[in-house]
Structures are given as structure tokens and as C-alpha cells.
């Protein structure tokens, strides 16, 4: 059963426009939540991240929001840069369980000229 | 700091083959994990570790044996290949394993693993 859900496989935005990449849970217990960036032959790398005590993180030209009531997040990109064009996972954590990330299936993003 | 580091990069096996892909890291992190990567699937947990000596399984861990002798390494065997462990394997690496604070984790550059 999934418990982190991204339902967008890909998702294609022209250059200086925003990218919107959405990802749902079930699990009102999930505490921590990630953003991890991946490009081809390499390993994913963290992007951002936010505590359920908050509802936005910015960091430059990523922000993400977190909605609790609705269990869902998002991350923002603004101005989308060609060099952002990769897999965008997202990732969750659990208290209680120790470090150990819940991670959905990925959403292709790619900007365009 | 090299960070995680992963080898062999890539891999060919013959069903039944046995391996051990390696994985270490240097920045004294407390928790490790193994995932592997396949089409449309995302990242899924195979095993994780909270500290030297301490292993447990994660969602697949079937095929597949841990150990963590020391803070620095977390092998990852295949007892008999299969084609269906055909994937890429990524180790990860965090410093927090308390109940609070943050979990990012680092991954390693990933073992791409084809079993004919």
C-alpha cells in the first residue's frame, strides 16, 4: 500500500515559469517531509525540507508548502531553470520509526527554452 | 569528505551468482540504508541500519542480507541472484536517528546491478 503518493509522473514547464510538483500522504503520523532532486546516473540529492510544525519553507527559488488537513505537499520553483529538468522525489518521514523515509514514485520535471 | 560511496558501479551476475555490493561512509553517520531503484516504482527500502550492529529490514528485503560491523560500512549481499533483482542500488547515509530533528539523508552515486 502506498503511502506516499505522487501522481504526476512528469510534468513540463517553459524556462522563467513556475514548476508546481504536488505529493499526497495517508499517514497523519508522517513528521518530517523531503524534497529530493535526482539526475540521471546519480544519486538523489536533498533539496528541501519542512517539520509539521510549519506549513512553508523557502530556500531561494524553492518553497514548499505543507497542508496538513489535506495531507499534502508541494514544492514551488520560481523561476524554473532548464537545469532543474530531473526526478523530483518526494520523501517522508515517521517519527517513531527511526530515520526511515517513505518515498514516492518520482515526477519527471522538464523546462524548456 | 567523500560522502557515501558505492561500489562496484556497475555489475553483471548469472542467476544464482553470489555479491556483496559495498557501501561506506565518512561522516560518522549513525543510520544507513539500502534502496533499490526500478522504472515507475521510486525508491524502495530493502534494509536499514541504526548503528553499528543493529540491522533491520525495510519493504523488500527478500534475496538480500545485511550486516553493520563498523559506523563506516553497510555491505549489501545477494545470496543467489535473480533476474528480478535486476535494478539500481542506491546506500544512504543520516546522522539523526532520535525521535526528532532532521532526517535528510545522503545517497551514494548507486550500483546498477543486471542479473541475466
Known amino acids: 500500500d502506498q503511502q506516499v503518493k505522487q501522481n504526476s509522473p512528469s510534468l513540463s514547464v517553459q524556462e522563467g515559469r513556475i514548476s508546481i510538483l504536488n505529493c499526497d500522504y495517508t499517514?497523519?503520523?508522517?513528521?518530517?517531509f523531503l524534497w529530493y532532486k535526482k539526475y540521471p546516473a546519480e544519486g538523489p540529492t536533498f533539496l528541501i525540507s519542512?517539520?509539521?510544525?510549519?506549513d512553508k519553507n523557502e530556500d531561494g527559488r524553492f518553497t514548499v508548502f505543507l497542508n496538513k488537513s489535506a495531507k499534502h505537499l508541494s514544492l514551488h520553483i520560481v523561476p524554473s531553470q532548464p537545469g532543474d529538468s530531473a526526478v523530483y522525489f518526494c520523501?517522508?518521514?515517521?517519527?517513531?520509526?527511526?530515520?526511515?523515509?517513505?518515498f514516492g514514485r518520482g515526477t519527471q520535471l522538464t523546462v524548456w527554452p | 569528505n567523500a560522502g557515501v560511496t558505492q561500489t562496484p558501479k556497475f555489475q553483471v551476475l548469472k542467476t544464482g551468482q553470489s555479491m556483496t555490493l559495498q557501501c561506506a561512509q565518512d561522516m560518522n553517520h549513525e543510520y544507513m540504508s539500502w534502496y533499490r531503484q526500478d522504472p515507475g516504482m521510486g525508491l524502495r527500502l530493502i534494509h536499514y541500519s541504526v548503528g553499528a550492529g543493529i540491522t533491520d529490514q525495510g519493504e523488500v528485503p527478500n534475496g538480500y542480507n545485511v550486516s553493520r560491523s563498523t559506523t563506516e560500512d553497510f555491505p549489501l549481499r545477494l545470496l543467489s541472484a535473480a533476474p528480478s533483482q535486476t535494478s539500481v542500488y542506491f546506500c544512504a547515509s543520516s546522522y539523526s536517528v532520535t525521535g526528532t530533528g532532521n532526517y535528510e539523508q545522503y545517497f551514494g552515486p548507486g550500483t546498477r546491478l543486471t542479473v541475466t
Open positions: 499517514n497523519s503520523m508522517f513528521d518530517y
Open positions: 520523501a517522508i518521514n515517521r517519527g517513531s520509526t527511526l530515520g526511515r523515509l517513505y
Open positions: 519542512i517539520s509539521s510544525i510549519k
